[in-house]
């Protein structure tokens, strides 16, 4: 029985093609954003947002029924075996959506904004969030845009405020991200920073291997390079690593 897929134009195809193939990799995370880069389409938050949909759809329905997961990718014109079906219902049971529709930045600008409210009970302003993430002010409302369409913000009049619930959005991998960036420049991210070392210190022993991450309480940003299994270079210093984040 055909699922009956119909894609506003060929690009969604090709990025959840892409993003299936990526995650039968071991320990790849990798995001609908950093999709969409590695296929060289430009930033288009309204293509973004329906792969991601797409795909958060196709998770609830494969954890309710694994052969879902078989009749979508015969329609994607990708082939099907065991391993492939258990290792994506596995993810769709673990993963949470917002890891693979946030960007890194969007999931700073989240932590900030989530952060601030819990130790001041405010929202902070367009540029008190540009400063503590490091990024301009088009790229913070377009971060706003985005975890408008998440539902963590909700705006009236033109200000923004906490949508109800939005405690959902503090426990597991939802905010966080940990990007590895390979010699080639490819970019994909991992569940956990060990993924990083486990990965930088055996796949790629011979390459020079980057984590680019944050503080797993915060929005400081962390950035290692190891070559050889060592780390030669760690901003800040001496970060610690722990399983399940940084």
């Given at each position: 029985?055909?699922?009956?897929?119909?894609?506003r134009d060929a690009?969604?195809?090709?990025?959840?093609?892409?993003?299936?193939?990526?995650?039968?990799?071991?320990?790849?995370?990798?995001?609908?954003?950093?999709?969409?880069?590695?296929?060289?389409?430009?930033?288009?938050?309204?293509?973004?947002?329906?792969?991601?949909?797409?795909?958060?759809?196709?998770?609830?329905?494969?954890?309710?029924?694994?052969?879902?997961?078989?009749?979508?990718?015969?329609?994607?014109?990708?082939?099907?075996?065991?391993?492939?079906?258990?290792?994506?219902?596995?993810?769709?049971?673990?993963?949470?959506?917002?890891?693979?529709?946030?960007?890194?930045?969007?999931?700073?600008?989240?932590?900030?904004?989530?952060?601030?409210?819990?130790?001041?009970?405010?929202?902070?302003?367009?540029?008190?969030?540009?400063?503590?993430?490091?990024?301009?002010?088009?790229?913070?409302?377009?971060?706003?845009?985005?975890?408008?369409?998440?539902?963590?913000?909700?705006?009236?009049?033109?200000?923004?405020?906490?949508?109800?619930?939005?405690?959902?959005?503090?426990?597991?991998?939802?905010?966080?991200?940990?990007?590895?960036?390979?010699?080639?420049?490819?970019?994909?991210?991992?569940?956990?920073?060990?993924?990083?070392?486990?990965?930088?210190?055996?796949?790629?022993?011979?390459?020079?291997?980057?984590?680019?991450?944050?503080?797993?309480h915060c929005w400081?940003?962390?950035?290692?390079?190891?070559?050889?299994?060592q780390v030669v270079?760690?901003?800040?210093?001496?970060?610690?690593?722990?399983?399940?984040?940084?």
């Amino acid at each position: 029985m055909a699922v009956g897929l119909r894609f506003r134009d060929a690009r969604e195809a090709q990025v959840i093609q892409h993003l299936l193939a990526e995650w039968q990799k071991p320990l790849r995370l990798t995001t609908v954003a950093q999709a969409m880069a590695s296929l060289g389409l430009p930033d288009d938050d309204d293509l973004r947002w329906r792969v991601a949909q797409r795909l958060r759809g196709l998770w609830r329905r494969v954890v309710r029924d694994p052969r879902r997961y078989v009749q979508f990718r015969q329609e994607v014109g990708l082939p099907v075996d065991e391993a492939t079906i258990e290792r994506f219902v596995q993810q769709a049971c673990q993963w949470h959506p917002l890891s693979i529709i946030l960007d890194e930045e969007e999931k700073l600008v989240a932590r900030f904004l989530l952060t601030l409210w819990q130790k001041e009970r405010r929202l902070p302003t367009r540029a008190e969030v540009g400063q503590a993430v490091r990024i301009d002010l088009t790229k913070v409302d377009r971060a706003f845009g985005m975890l408008e369409r998440i539902g963590l913000l909700a705006r009236e009049d033109g200000v923004y405020h906490l949508r109800r619930g939005y405690q959902r959005f503090l426990g597991g991998l939802g905010l966080t991200f940990h990007t590895v960036v390979l010699p080639t420049g490819e970019r994909f991210n991992v569940p956990c920073a060990i993924d990083y070392l486990l990965l930088a210190g055996r796949t790629y022993r011979g390459h020079r291997v980057v984590l680019e991450d944050a503080c797993h309480h915060c929005w400081e940003r962390i950035r290692i390079v190891m070559e050889e299994g060592q780390v030669v270079e760690a901003v800040p210093e001496e970060p610690i690593v722990y399983r399940g984040g940084t």
